[in-house]
Every structure is written in C-alpha cells, then in structure tokens.
C-alpha cells in the first residue's frame, strides 16, 4: 500500500510538478525549427537493430555511423528500430532525423522536451506520435517519448535512459511472429501499447493514496490535511493532462487516413485508445474522490471547533453559575 | 426502505469500489492479447443450449468436448447459445473463443475483467458488447459481463456465477416465438436488455437511500454524516461511470453498420439505449441531490455551532454581571 | 404571490419526488414489450370524437367497441381523436393500441409510466411523442402523457384524468377552421403545444417563490431556510428533467424526415421547440439563482454567529476587567 | 464611476427582474397564433419612411392607412421602414403585420413580448429577428424589440418607445450612400448592429461596478455585501441571457441560406455575430469574477470572526489567571 | 523566481485589468466602419521594407508616402511588408488600408482597439489575424496586435511601440532563405508564431507566482492571502480569453479554404495552433491550481481560528474550576 506524503516533502513535490512544465518553454523569437540543445540533457545513447522475415533478425548494438551501413543490410519486409535514448548529443540526433526526412518542425518537437503529447500524419511517409513516457508514481513523473515509424523503420527518441522498451524487445529477440510478419507500424503500436500499460500500475498507486487518505480523513482527520490533499489533486491534474492529449493523438492515428496504418491494425490502435479512455475515466473519477476530500476536510474541522466550544460551553455552564452562587 | 450505512462499514465499503478498479490492471509490458488467470477468479462452468425453429429447442447442459458436437446438430435458423460462468478455466474459455474466430484482443478483453464498458462490431463476423453486470446495491457491486453474438451462436462469459439470465432462458424454454424466431441478435439483445433492466431496482435503492439521507439531514443531523454522503456519492460515480460507457457502446451499435443488426432489431436496441440514458439521467439527479446534501450538512454544522455559541453567550450576559454587582 | 413552504411539509415534498420516479422501473427479466397494470392506476376513460372536413365535426362520446364502428362513418380527410384517460384498463388499452398497429415497445412505453419523455418517427405510420403533462405546481407535480398520431387519427394516453386538452377540444367543437383542414398531425401538434404551455405558469409560481427567497434570505435569515432551498432545488432538478428530454424529443420530430409531418407544419413544431428552450432558460436561471441562494444563507450564518462572538466579546471587554479591578 | 448598490433597493430589484421573465407566460390552452393585449402595453406610434434610390429619401410620419398610399410611392430599389413603438394598439399592428404577409406564430412573437431572442428565415419572403433591446444598466433593463426585413421593406416592434435607432435614422436623412444603396437587409443590418452596440456602455458600468465591488470587498468588507454580489450575479445571469440567444440567432442568420442576405451583405452579419461574441465573452469573464467575489466576502467574513475570537482569547488569557491570582 | 504581490498594489492592478477591457468599448450608434481615434494612442511609426529573392532584401525605413514607390520596384516573388506602430494617426493608417484594398469592417477591427482576437479569410486577396501580443507579465500586459497578408504584402498594426518582431526582422536581414522563398504567408506566419511564443516566458512567470504562492500558503498563510489568490485567477482569466479566441482563430486559417495558405504551409499554421493550445492547457491547469489555493486558504483560516478556540478554552479549563475552588 502507499504510505502518505509527508509536510516537508510537499513544497518539494509541487515544485517538481512546475518544473516539468518549464521545459514546455520556446526560445523566444527563434525560429521555427530551431532546436536548442537542453542544459541537464541525459546523454545520448542511440541502439540500432534490424528485423526481418529473411534473415531471422540480427541483434546488434549500433553507433551512429553504422546506421547507414545496416540498411544497405535492409531485406524487403525486415524493420529498423533506432532507439535513441537522452537528448544531449543534439548534433547526432538531427543528422539521423534529417535522414529519415523528418520534417524541421517535426526535429523540433521530438527534440525539444516538454511538449503536449500528439500525433501527426505526414501522409504516407512517416506518423509521429508524441507521449509522456510515465517512470514513476506516486509521485508522478514522466518524460518526453516520440515515436516515429514509416515504411521499413521505427525511431524512438526518449528524453532520458529506461527500460520501458524492454519486453517489447525480448519478445522481438524471442522471435514473435506477430511483430515481425506486420511490420514497422505494428512494432510503432507496440511501443505505443507498452507506454498506455505503463500508466497502469501508477494509477493502481494513486487510487491506494486516496483509499488511503479517504481512511485518514474519516478516522483520524488532521488540521493539515488539506495540504496533502491539494498535492494529490495537482499530480491528478498533471497525469490528466497527459492522459487527455494522448487520447486524443490516438484518435488522430485512427481518423487520419494514411496507407501505414493498415486495416487489420487500426482494430491495435482502436484498443490502445479504448485503454487510453479507461485510464482517464479512472484519473477522473480520482480527480472527483479527491475534490470530496476536500469537503470530507473541511466539515472535520468544523466538527472539530464545534466540539472544542461544546468543551468550554458546558464548562462554562457549571461552573459560572456556581461561581456566582460561591461569589 | 434502505438502512443508513454505519460509519465502522464505511472504510470497508470505500475499499470495495478501489479493490474492483484495480481489475483494469494491464500487465505491463505482455504482448497485446495476452491473457492471465485472475488469481481469484471463479471456476468455470459451461453451459450450451440449441434453440432451432424446426427441432423445437432442445435443452440440455454440456461440457466443452461436446459443443462441436452440437454444433453438428444445428439446423438452419436454429441458435447456439453458449453460456460461461467464471473464469478461473482460461484454457477452456480461449479455445472456445478461438473456435468461433474471435480475435485475439477480444478474447483478451473478456477474460481480463475490469474493462470499461464497450461495443465493437467485427463486420459480419461478431458483435461484441462488454458490460458491467449489476449484482446488488447499495451498496453497488457488479461484474465483468462480455456478450458476443454471430450468425447462428451467442457467447457469454461472466465474471462469476449468476441468474441474470434465468428469466429470459426461461422464456426460451417456455418457447417464446420472438426470441426463436428473430435469431441470434435478438437473443443477444434480450441478454443486455435484462442487464440493462437489473441497474433500476439497484438505482431505486440508492433513491430510497438519498431519500433517508435527507431526512435525517433534515430532522436529526449528525457531526460525522459527511462521510456516509461521501460513500454515497462515491458509489453513485461508480454507477455513472459504468453506465455512461454502456450508453455509449449502445449508440455505437445503433451508428455501425452490420448486417447482424437488423433493420428491425434497430428499435429493439435503440429501446435499450433509452433505457441506458434513463438509468443515467436518475444517476445524475441522485448525483446532484448528494452534492446538495453536502451543503445541507455543512449548514447543520454551522447551526449547531451557532447554537451552541448562543447558549454560552446569554450565559455569559446573565452571570458575569451579575457575579461583578455581587463581586 | 406563492407562499412559502414550511418544514414539516418538506420531508413530505421530497418523498413525492422520489416516489414519481419508482414508476420508471422496469419489471427485471420480463420480456421486452411486456406491460403491468400499475398497482394505483386510475380508472380508464376514453373518449373517441371525429372531426372533419365534410360531416362538420360529430361531437360524442364512445366506448371501446365503438370506435372501429366510428371509424366506418371516416370520411376522406376526417380525422378520428381516441384520448384514453386513466390506465387502469390495460387489457382494452392493448386492443386499442394494437388495432392502430403500434410497435410492441411502443405499447410498452405508453402504458407503463415513468418513462423518459422522448419522440420516435415510425416512417410514414405513426409518430409517438411521451410527454411530462404538467399537473400542479409548485410544489411541481406531473403524469406520463402519450400521443400518437398518424394519418387519419390521434391517440392520448393520460396517466390521470384531466383537463389539459379542453381548450383544444373546445376549439376543435367551435370549428376552428386550421385544426380541421391540416389534419391528424396539426391536431397532434395542438395538443403538444397546450402540454408545453403548461408548464409556463407553473414557472412563474417558481419565480414568485424564487423571489420571496431571496427576500427572506436578505430581509429575515432563519437557520434552517436551508432545507427549503434543498427542496426548491431538487424541484426545479424534476422541471429540468423533464423539459431538458422534451426538448430533444422535439428536436426529434424536426430533424427527422416523415411524410407525417409537412414542411408547413414544419414552423409550428419549430415555435413548440423554441417554447421549450425558453421553459429550459428559465429553469435554469432559477436554478443558478437557487445556488446563489446557498451562498446567501451559508454567509447569514456565518453573520449571525459573528454578532453574537462580538456581544460575548464586548461583555467579556468590559466586565473581566471589571470584575478583576474589583476583584 | 458607478456606484454601490444600497440593502433598500435590492429587493427591489430583484423583484424587477423577476418581473420581465414574467411577460413571457404564455395563455394557457389558447389557439396557436392567438394574440393578447399586454395590460400595461406602451401607446402605439408608427412611423414610417420611404428612403429610394431615386426619390433621394422623403421624410415623413404616418399613421395606419398612409402605409399602402406609401407603397404606392414605392420606386424601384427604394426602402420602405415602418416603425412601431409600443404594442398597445393590438388591433392596427396584427392589420400592418398581415398585410406584409408574415405567418401568425411570427405576429404572435412579436406582440407577445418577453420572447426568447432568436432569428428565423422564412425563405426569401422576409426574416424576424428577436431581440432584447437594452435601456440601461446597471441596473440591467431591456425591452423586446423584433426586426423584420424583406424585399423592400423593414418592419421594427418596439415594445416601449425609444431612441435606440436615432443614429440609424440620421445616417438615413444625413443621404448615407451605403444604407440606401445596398437595400432592406442592409438596413436591418444596421439596425442589429444599433442594438448589440447598445450593450457596450452598459456592461462597461457593470465592469466598473465589479471593479468598484472588488476595491469594498478588500479594503473595506461589509457583513451584508452577500446581497450585493447576489444581485451582481443575477443581473448579469440576466444579460448572458439575452446575449446567448442573440449570438445564436445571428448564427442562424449566416447558416441558413436566403436570397435576402446576400454574400457582400454576410461580412457585415458576421461582424455583428463577432461583437455579440465579445459582449459574451466580457460577462463570462464579470461572471466569473462575481463568484470569486463570494469567496472574497466568505474569506473576510471569517477573518473577521477570527479577530474577535483573537480580541476575546488574549482578554481571557491576561485577566482571568490574573483574577485567580487576585482572588 | 517572481516576487509575491501586496496589497496596496492590488486595486491598482484590477483597475488596469478592467480598463484594458474598456477599449472594447464600441460608439454606439456609429455607422458600421466608423473608425475614431483613440484618446491616449501611441505616436504612429511606420516602417516598410521590401524583401525579395532577387534584389535580395533592401533594408530601409519610409513614410507613409514612398510605400507605393517602394511598391513600383517591386520584382516579382519579392514581399513588402508594411510595419505600423502606433494607432495615432488614423487618416494615414486607413489610406495605408485603403490601398491595400481592405474591408471597412476590417479597417475598423484593426483601429479600434480592444477587440477579440480572430481570424478572416478574405477569399484570395488576403486574411486578417487579429491577436493580442503580450507586453509583459506578471502581472500581465498585452496590447492588440493586426497581420493582414496577401499575395506580395505583409501590414502589421501594432498599438503601441514594441520590439516583438525584432527576431523575425533580423533572420530576414540575416537573408533566410525559407522566410524569402516561401512567401507573404511564410512571413505571415512567422510573426504569428513571434508572438504566440512571446506567451511562454509569461505563463512561466505565472507558473513560479502559482509556485510561491502554494508555498506560502502552506508555510506561511496570511489572512488576506485571498486578494492575492483573487488577482492571480483575475489575470489568468484575462490571459485565457486571450489565448481562447487566439486558438479558434488559428483553427479558421486551418479549416477555411485560400490559395493564399498552401498545404505545405498548413503545416506551419498547425504548428502555431498546437503551441496555441498548449499555452491554453497551461492556464487551464494553472487557473485550477489557483481554484485549489482557496481551498487551502479557506481550510487554513478555519485552522487559525480553531487553534486560537483551543488556546482560550484550555485557558478556561484550567483556571474557571480553580478559580471556583478558589472562591
């Protein structure tokens, strides 16, 4: 079970949750397509592999340089996934974008952090989609992830190192027919998929912090609750705003008609977006419990003074009157 | 009439609304359609029934090896009904599910409770409707329900072993000429309009217990009411929450085409939306009454307060002057 | 000027909304199309009157058994009212329902009150509008009302006996000439018209109450006048109900296409639907006002309790001393 | 600067806004179309002008028969604009309002005053207007005011006499090219754009009001402004009325397709539709603030309490163990 | 980080927010187009340049008289872009409007300041922007700002001095190619995005204010912190509507049809209206946080007074009895 914040830790918290946001910040008067490298950037680790129906799906860690040098390798129906982790190397990180012909706006949002999440459809050439990727929670935190997939590759850039990936790719290693024989889109779901389960077991920890504060309200209310309280309600507010805007990229991935998304799999994303709805139902019903609280607060310190003026009321009763008889 | 509910129940009952949430749980990282065993599910028990226009409807209960079988036996227009409570028997439910083509993430669905509720129509293939059965309320509880109709079969897989359906297997045995005739549609309407009809005795229930809650707001409020309101209201969100996606995934048959669903048969479901929207609207009121009683109590408070103050103040009047003169 | 109510009226008031809201459950597991007598229905009247072009209008009063006899005597463009009052007698209702080939669920909905008021257009058959006939109010009260009309005809179902169609009836007995010459379903439209404007003066009593709250609230604010916005708002929660589905019922008839409804007669629906926006307006500007009314009350306590800190505080300034230098 | 509102005068007002809601009752049971005399109804003036092309714009006031022997008058792309200010004289305006053809449920609109605003297009024969005209404010009055227009011609119905369309009028005399040119529609433009500019001084006085009602509220906060900030509220609930309809009967005007307005002539509709938009946005936004000005009042209402209690504790906390002591 | 505000400063601030409101003020009765000097306008700088791919890019400041001059050297494919700053001189700003063929309305909108931010689409010959660009913050300052683009020209009028464009003019100095090859749009668009990003540092501000706030509600909290909160939610209030209006306008450019915004150019625009509801999701969560800091101011105040109630009857515990005895 959570155990409950503690008062020190709170200013901490909210200010935690500001921070985030700061990242959202545009260099004022740049232009468009400007990208500016990000001052505490995780440094750049960048992993290339190639899967495919022929050769059975070499497994190899690649640098830069060798990106090239594995597509010419490239078998008709084989996938390249180019996963770059952390930011720093910003350089690096464009020549390849610029490779994959990414449009200049497109580099600019994948690199810059801290944008809403959303998903474009640049025809037939390429999707991107933008996500926080949760890491931990609670207390809630998540990082920029964008996924970008077209004929024959997948990239991911992720703002810093994780392993979110992971089972993804142990199932890719195990020889997973179904995220072979589809191809790079099926393998961008995938990772898509894997992001939205992510959100899961955090949510799992908040509705245990509000069970467990809705227990600490009703059977030992505190005077300052109501601190916890509003950090529990901001943390909501921030996972809503993510949950909401991938939601709706979602949406955009199944209404847009493009020829990489093909009809069997639109029935993956319909689900990816089904899971995504469920998760923001669950935020928002949190979000409703948490505003209860609020009131569940505020009639226990009432209570509370009440019954402090019924001590000094009765008090006051006996022994006034009897000071007076004595007097 | 309903009983108020006693404060030591209350952390319990709030419990309960968590615990149930806490279904929703995607395994992180599994490959999409993977199915787990819930650890506390239900064993399995399976029911099939073969309802014909020309055989009459023979009635009898069967073990999985022998529904092929059945299947063998069934005449033209006649309708195979295969009824499964519990789902601690994954194997089974799968290879049932997979013989008659469902896809992977479907059967993902219904065997994995906790899902929101939803509709989807797989072409001509298969309808899939995924509902929370009302068990019982107030306090609410209700389980996972999944009912997927085809040419000629209708599929139920509930969470737990339950009678929701007797009245309408009775009809059938009973040789209702509509349920026989019309097909397997109309069966799988007849299911979720008997689901659909469960939540108004529970609905009517939670009218009764608002009823009580206000008069004893009214006539003897008492300092800890806010949190049985706080129950209340949490529990009335958890019915607006299943009921508003039912709604939804009920409009999405009306809007869909299928030729599964009969012009006809349209009126037979556009009747259960209105149901849905019915149950929704009385949610909504009793959901807004609640947040009434939020202000009706924090007045009480207050008053009592007041009250008290008074008491203390015409006290104070009488006997600190007097006490001063005999001082 | 309506008068205010007082408290030991108030547990009543509220019982009688919760009750009016019983009648809309549904027999659990009956089949679809299923109808009960309600156990305190009032006894069936009907009344069957033809109006035409050619005979002048035979004004008279009919059993069952006569109608279909009256129905021979039909003129081209004559039009036949069948207002069935009280639904005691489900079994002559049925006959009658069925002889103008009403939908199962149709018979259903109008005979089993508590509905949702809402329009269904049959093609070019029938149109069914389900209604709330405004009774009384406030405190508002209100019955199921049920009209059909299709080519030739117009069939009401009252929930209770009533008067709410007499002035159309004696329109309709004077010769007004456009009730007769534009049919079944300008008839039809005047008896929607007559149930909407009902509802006007029955909102003025709620502006005239509304008014004297708030005057009372600023003039002379009583502790418990609580409870008497609690009621007012959970009436004026009823009005909105039932205005907010009539007036989407009315959209209804608008939007969709049927020969039964002319584009002449088009405006006259349209002038109905703009009535029943404006009802809506007010209802919720009565509602909003209504709130603001908790806020005046919440801060007339808070007053009141600070008056009388602020006599115990200037006494206690002016004896403690006192009695202290004394002392 | 405007100024505060006294406890006197409130209910008062309020009472004047229930009042105006009142006019829109409608006669119960009365035929549609059916048209009444408003018991306190203005005396009839008509005034009516030919303004052409050719003629160069005769100025003159008529009574009743003059109309038709203006009309006869009427040159080629001339403009006929009969004015009616005051709906007393039921009699003669039902004659002029027939003898340009408008339907009865339009002439029943415009004489039964305290209509909700809205626009309709009756094809190319001519379009209504509902609007409500401002008088002044704060404290908000208004009177209905419906403008019709059609090939040549523009009628107006005042409910009170007024001056609202004094500059429209001089522009006219004044030979103004672009009103006589460009025809009826454009006149009635004109006039549209006279009455929404006629909301811009008055909701200035309720921002000035606001303003002046935050500056009490933080320098000098009065126990009783709850009454004040409840008629600020209801005022401005009053004025978003009117402004609601009115932005969506403009909408109307530039959906519907009518020969009368024609595409030059929709930038100008659709400037009055932006202008009806921003006076929205502007009481949104008063409203918003008027309800954060009940937590401003509530805030100060306990900090008040707060003091007293502080006076009385730190009394208490010298004199009474000082009495002990003493004693 | 941003400093808290205090009192004093608090009127003074509303009163700006209210009276930048006022500007919006329209003179009633005033023809349509009627254009009026404002009273306190900044001194009119105009400045034009002429852009081109050939000549590449003369870089001089004219007056009002060699715009048309500048416009005869004109090449093809190169871009004039007009600069005024300074809503002074109106008779030269209209002629400056005249020539480039705008719309009365249009010329209106862009004088008269104050109004709501928007977009039109003038078929091909050009589209008008209206947005506010923001001056500074907190608190927050802003003066209207006009783009009109056609084909060849770019005209900004600006209300007052300001240095916004610097940026844009020094990347097209600098001799971009992307700004100089696309086009009026591309420039168009540039400006835009200049000033939408201008929004970021802003609502940073508002973030480290929100920040401080929550901080020092929880460590510190002052009794009048309310006015603080009142202003805070004042001025995000004011920044939404901005923002609000900013986002729609950026929809029309995206939805409406013009040859004048080619598709590889929308791409640009969806940029802007994506940084544009991201800045609106900001103040969303900010203004909800700021809901939030009531809540705990209201909770904290309650908290004082109790602890203040427990002092006095701790006090009165103690002493009352013993004084008794001592009696």
């Given at each position: 079970?959570?155990t409950l ?26 232009a468009p ?18 899967y ?5 799906g ?11 040098q594995?597509?010419q390798q490239q ?5 390249l ?7 720093a190397?910003?350089?690096?990180i464009?020549?390849?974008?610029q ?18 999440p ?13 996500m ?12 920029q992830?964008?996924?970008?997939f ?6 991911t850039f ?8 992971n089972?993804?790719r142990q ?10 024989d589809?191809?790079?889109a ?8 894997a ?11 908040y509705?245990?912090?509000t069970?467990?504060?809705e227990?600490?309200?009703i ?9 916890e309280?509003h ?8 996972i ?9 990229a ?5 209404r847009d008609?493009?020829?990489l ?16 709805f ?5 935020v ?17 310190v009432s ?19 009897m000071?007076?008889?004595a007097?």
């Amino acid at each position: 079970m959570a155990t409950l914040i503690h008062k020190p830790a709170i200013v901490q918290r909210l200010r935690k949750i500001t921070r985030k946001r700061k990242h959202a910040r545009q260099h004022v008067g740049a232009a468009p397509g400007t990208i500016f490298e990000t001052p505490d950037a995780s440094e750049t680790n960048i992993r290339a592999q190639l899967y495919g129906t022929a050769s059975g799906g070499a497994k190899e860690i690649f640098e830069l340089g060798q990106i090239k040098q594995l597509q010419q390798q490239q078998a008709d129906g084989s996938i390249l996934w180019v996963d770059i982790q952390g930011l720093a190397n910003v350089t690096t990180i464009i020549s390849i974008a610029q490779h994959f012909n990414l449009h200049p706006l497109v580099i600019e949002d994948v690199v810059n952090v801290g944008q809403r999440p959303k998903a474009e459809v640049h025809d037939n050439d390429y999707v991107v989609v933008l996500m926080r990727e949760p890491c931990a929670g609670p207390p809630f935190d998540s990082e920029q992830l964008a996924i970008v997939f077209g004929p024959g590759f997948v990239l991911t850039f992720q703002e810093r190192h994780g392993d979110i990936f992971n089972p993804v790719r142990q199932r890719l290693s195990a020889g997973s027919r179904r995220l072979r024989d589809i191809g790079a889109a099926y393998l961008g779901y995938s990772l898509i998929d894997a992001v939205i389960d992510g959100y899961f077991p955090i949510l799992e920890g908040y509705g245990d912090l509000t069970e467990a504060m809705e227990q600490k309200a009703i059977e030992e209310p505190a005077p300052d609750m109501i601190t916890e309280i509003h950090v529990l309600k901001r943390e909501l507010l921030e996972i809503r705003r993510a949950l909401w805007s991938q939601r709706e990229a979602l949406n955009v991935l199944l209404r847009d008609d493009t020829a990489l998304i093909s009809d069997p799999l639109k029935i993956y994303f319909r689900d990816c977006a089904d899971h995504s709805f469920q998760l923001l139902d669950l935020v928002e019903s949190y979000r409703e419990v948490s505003q209860g609280l609020v009131d569940l607060h505020l009639s226990s310190v009432s209570n509370r003074m009440s019954e402090i003026m019924k001590v000094l009321t009765v008090l006051a009763t006996i022994f006034i009157p009897m000071t007076f008889i004595a007097g």
